[in-house]
């Protein structure tokens, strides 16, 4: 018996949260089987939902038939159908990468609870229609992300779990903030409802910066980028993995929606855009260089997420790069997946992540190293990795808009993180010292390697895919101050569900 839609997009949800509770009560064992199970059944799923996706464009469900302002709406259009297949591929491959490194032990019994509990709370966030249960979703990913950091119990692993605590505390308090005074102006909670009603003055200015500092916060955006790499350094490589490619992303999701989908009736956006963008491209900058001063390979890797990150923001001063960013978001999403779980093999095998630790590994772990140099190959931008399609359409974008500044720092990004990267080839294909004492290397279980090298390749494969997921995001352009064809239409719901 086929499910209907309206009960595939509540399966996304309740599937995960369901094997959360079983893994409570039947242990790490059955945890990791109903890891691996549940990423095959959404997958399955969501090639059903995209069929009808095709068929009949954007849907949306009211939860037990009460529509907004009371009720609960979930909606499913392109942007999260392509984030949803983002959020199914990395779980599955980095809890085939958990299964072999955490094990089924204490870290296992520990894990994988909270690991489902994630992924459950990460596709409720992006089906979700309204702001507050956005933000529910986004706290009880958080939430696991933290206990998952602190897994290991060790000094620097409480350190950084407690300060990413503190500050996702702050940032969740000023988001929830800004979405209490949009509740208190316009009564109602649903995008489309409270942006139609939302009027303009000082009280919705207000309400939308609150809103976009508490959500900078939550995504590591510079300067508010503090709390990610100790985050990174600290988590087991699964769950950095996660963190880099998912969860930092779907805040700035939130962001997107209320951009560009709210339709504020503001004054000032573009300036305000400008500013966004400005910050995009000092993290691309900063962190291109606080990666290319580190000394220890996680924390290269994470500060390299820092800089990818500012791509992302590049949009909110060049609308027509709508198409290149959500490009860029996946693309980086597998490549960055890929070269955390790279890396956290490279680390198992030397039992160090210092890079001068690296000479000589390419003869002992060759696949891992392969699957590092792949997700390089499209965080460089190079072709033909998802990463240079990306690039391409977002230098379109600057060209035709004559932003010489955005095309001169889209090209200097490119160069910056081959610096960094090649730093790190440099190392590992190099000779080791005759001087230096060999030290024993050990060689990672084969699902590791694997679920490395498979999320690499699919970075690389993205580049060959472009017409279909563009097709995706090739929605009617949006009716902000300054847009430019290629920004999404606000999705405007109708009641009852499909």
């Known amino acids: 018996m086929q499910l209907a839609p309206a009960e595939l997009l509540l399966s996304l949800v309740f599937a995960p949260l369901l094997a959360a509770i079983a893994a409570v009560m039947l242990g790490a064992r059955a945890g990791r089987l109903l890891a691996v199970m549940v990423c095959l059944v959404l997958a399955i799923q969501l090639l059903f939902l995209g069929q009808r996706f095709s068929?009949?464009?954007?849907?949306?469900?009211?939860?037990?038939?009460?529509?907004?302002?009371?009720?609960?709406?979930?909606?499913?259009?392109?942007?999260?159908?392509?984030?949803?297949?983002?959020?199914?591929?990395?779980?599955?491959?980095?809890?085939?990468?958990?299964?072999?490194?955490?094990?089924?032990?204490a870290r296992g019994?520990?894990?994988?609870?909270?690991?489902?509990?994630?992924?459950?709370?990460?596709?409720?966030?992006?089906?979700?229609?309204?702001?507050?249960?956005?933000?529910?979703?986004?706290?009880?990913?958080?939430?696991?992300?933290?206990?998952?950091?602190?897994?290991?119990?060790?000094?620097?692993?409480?350190?950084?779990?407690?300060?990413?605590?503190?500050?996702?505390m702050l940032g969740s308090l000023v988001y929830l903030l800004g979405v209490a005074v949009v509740y208190a102006i316009t009564g109602a909670l649903d995008f489309a409802l409270a942006g139609s009603r939302l009027p303009g003055g000082a009280v919705t200015i207000a309400a939308l910066l609150l809103m976009t500092g508490g959500l900078l916060l939550k995504s590591?955006?510079?300067?508010?980028?503090?709390?990610?790499?100790?985050?990174?350094?600290?988590?087991?490589?699964?769950?950095?993995?996660?963190?880099?490619?998912?969860?930092?992303?779907?805040?700035?999701?939130?962001l997107y929606r209320i951009w560009f989908w709210m339709e504020v009736p503001v004054a000032g956006l573009v300036s305000a855009g400008q500013l966004l963008a400005a910050m995009g491209a000092g993290a691309l900058v900063y962190g291109s260089i606080a990666a290319l001063r580190q000394q220890q390979l996680k924390y290269l890797v994470a500060y390299s997420t820092v800089a990818q990150l500012g791509y992302l923001m590049l949009v909110f001063a060049l609308p027509g790069a709508w198409q290149g960013t959500i490009y860029h978001l996946l693309a980086h999403g597998l490549a960055k997946a890929a070269m955390f779980l790279a890396a956290g093999n490279m680390i198992w095998a030397l039992?160090?992540?210092?890079?001068?630790?690296?000479?000589?590994?390419?003869?002992?772990i060759p696949a891992s190293v392969f699957a590092f140099a792949l997700a390089a190959v499209?965080?460089?931008?190079?072709?033909?990795?998802?990463?240079?399609?990306?690039?391409?359409?977002?230098?379109?974008?600057?060209?035709?808009?004559?932003?010489?500044?955005?095309?001169?720092?889209?090209?200097?990004?490119?160069?910056?993180?081959?610096?960094?990267?090649?730093?790190?080839?440099?190392?590992?294909?190099?000779?080791?010292?005759?001087?230096?004492?060999?030290?024993?290397?050990?060689?990672?279980?084969?699902?590791m390697e694997l679920s490395a090298l498979?999320?690499?390749?699919?970075?690389?494969?993205?580049?060959?895919?472009?017409?279909?997921?563009?097709?995706?995001?090739?929605?009617?352009?949006?009716?902000?101050?300054?847009?430019?064809?290629?920004l999404p239409a606000p999705l405007h719901l109708t009641p009852g569900a499909p």
């Open 55 to 105: 068929a009949d464009g954007p849907f949306d469900l009211a939860l037990a038939g009460i529509a907004p302002p009371l009720g609960i709406r979930l909606a499913l259009d392109g942007l999260n159908l392509l984030l949803l297949w983002l959020v199914t591929l990395v779980y599955l491959g980095t809890s085939l990468h958990a299964w072999a490194s955490i094990g089924a032990g």
């Open 109 to 168: 019994t520990a894990f994988w609870p909270p690991w489902l509990l994630m992924l459950s709370a990460l596709n409720g966030l992006l089906l979700s229609g309204d702001l507050f249960t956005m933000y529910i979703g986004l706290e009880i990913a958080s939430l696991s992300g933290i206990s998952l950091i602190a897994l290991d119990r060790k000094a620097d692993a409480l350190r950084a779990a407690m300060r990413y605590l503190l500050l996702a």
């Open 220 to 254: 590591a955006i510079f300067p508010l980028h503090g709390w990610l790499p100790p985050a990174h350094g600290s988590a087991p490589p699964p769950e950095s993995a996660v963190l880099s490619a998912l969860l930092v992303k779907v805040s700035l999701y939130m």
């Open 351 to 364: 039992g160090s992540d210092r890079l001068d630790r690296l000479p000589g590994l390419d003869r002992h």
């Open 378 to 447: 499209s965080l460089m931008g190079l072709p033909p990795s998802g990463g240079f399609t990306a690039k391409w359409l977002m230098l379109t974008a600057a060209w035709a808009a004559q932003a010489w500044v955005w095309v001169l720092l889209l090209l200097t990004g490119s160069l910056l993180t081959a610096a960094y990267l090649f730093r790190v080839f440099a190392l590992t294909f190099a000779p080791r010292s005759p001087r230096r004492r060999a030290q024993p290397v050990r060689r990672p279980h084969p699902l």
């Open 454 to 486: 498979a999320l690499a390749m699919l970075a690389i494969g993205m580049g060959f895919s472009g017409t279909p997921l563009l097709d995706v995001l090739a929605l009617p352009p949006q009716l902000l101050p300054g847009a430019a064809p290629g």
